[in-house]
């Protein structure tokens, strides 16, 4: 579907934010309040995290859906702030799991304050989703959440499995992201749409907008650990290969390289490292799967953007179709 004259452009990420800005401000400031404990440690890591800053993209995609679907009430502030909790409490176990150091620029918490403090503020962050859910009062809402929390738990494990295997393909490194990533993102949007009452066929369009829109946006991080740079990336370059991760670009590298090729990449994956970092990304980009992958993320962009025929146009609107581009065109 073409994007309006009068749309926001693909690669104006800024007018998104303004046009979600009023509603984000009164998110950020119950982030901030329901993230305060008694327990000086879970303040500091909590500031730590407030401070790095990030993009919020789920929770805006919340406050964005719900403005497409045409709500006017509060209970989506403190929706956001629960997506945003969950989302934040994934990357706090993601980063030991992972063995960060670097996220968003800035030294991670498991470097600062260690594994064990990550992990507990992690799980602290995730019961307090739970008692802002309970707040709300609606059995929709809490099973969504509850579902999609399971389903990420789920999608941790799974990537834990497929880590040092050089034979995962293209099938299960995209169930990973369903469950990993593009559920929260299809749990934001969706239950924008609830709260605005729409129609159940437009309720599963934001589903399934957001559902794509987190497999472009996943598709195309994996892609940028390749392309990017640290002082732009913000984190590692290479970190997907030293952890043994097999993303896209590996897998595609693997359908087309030859003998010699084949050898390096399934020993980068199977035991880690970056002693061969050159080589690997010289391999990845002879095999033109870097833009095999490009093309997949768009793919994936162009599904979320049809999704949206199903909603009335609104400024609203058109800020979810620029996150569609956004999230295959962004640098970092």
């Not at 030293?242 to 990449?265: D, M, W």
């Not at 970056?274 to 997949?296: C, K, N």
């Not at 994936?300 to 058109?318: F, G, K, M, T």
Request: zero cysteines.
């Amino acid at each position: 579907m073409p994007m309006p004259a009068d749309a926001l452009r693909p690669d104006d990420f800024t007018r998104v934010r303004e046009l979600a800005a009023g509603d984000m401000r009164h998110v950020d400031a119950l982030i901030r309040h329901r993230l305060s404990s008694d327990v000086v440690l879970i303040n500091q890591i909590a500031e730590h995290i407030i401070a790095g800053g990030g993009k919020r993209l789920r929770p805006m995609l919340h406050v964005l859906a719900a403005g497409a679907a045409g709500y006017r009430g509060d209970k989506h502030t403190k929706l956001a702030a629960i997506i945003e909790f969950i989302h934040t409490s994934t990357l706090l176990h993601d980063d030991v799991v992972d063995e960060s150091d670097l996220r968003r620029g800035r030294k991670t918490a498991n470097a600062l304050w260690g594994n064990a403090a990550s992990v507990l503020v992690g799980d602290f962050l995730y019961s307090r989703s739970f008692q802002l859910m309970v707040e709300l009062d609606d059995m929709r809402i809490m099973r969504i959440l509850a579902d999609t929390t399971n389903t990420i738990a789920e999608g941790e494990v799974l990537q834990l499995l497929n880590i040092g295997n050089a034979d995962v393909d293209e099938a299960a490194y995209l169930a990973v992201i369903e469950r990993k990533t593009a559920v929260l993102f299809a749990a934001a949007t969706e239950l924008g749409g609830l709260l605005g009452g729409l129609p159940v066929d437009q309720v599963a369009a934001l589903r399934r907008y957001g559902m794509e829109l987190g497999y472009a946006f996943q598709i195309a991080d994996d892609l940028l650990d390749y392309v990017s740079d640290a002082d732009t990336l913000g984190k590692n370059i290479g970190d997907d290969l030293a952890e043994g991760k097999p993303t896209l670009p590996l897998i595609y590298a693997l359908q087309k390289a030859s003998p010699e090729q084949t050898q390096s990449l399934r020993h980068a994956i199977e035991h880690g490292g970056l002693d061969s970092l050159d080589r690997i990304v010289a391999a990845i980009r002879d095999s033109g799967a870097l833009e095999r992958t490009h093309e997949r993320a768009l793919q994936h962009a162009r599904a979320a953007r049809a999704a949206l025929a199903e909603l009335a146009d609104s400024p609203h609107r058109d800020a979810l179709l620029a996150l569609a581009d956004y999230s295959v065109e962004r640098r970092h």
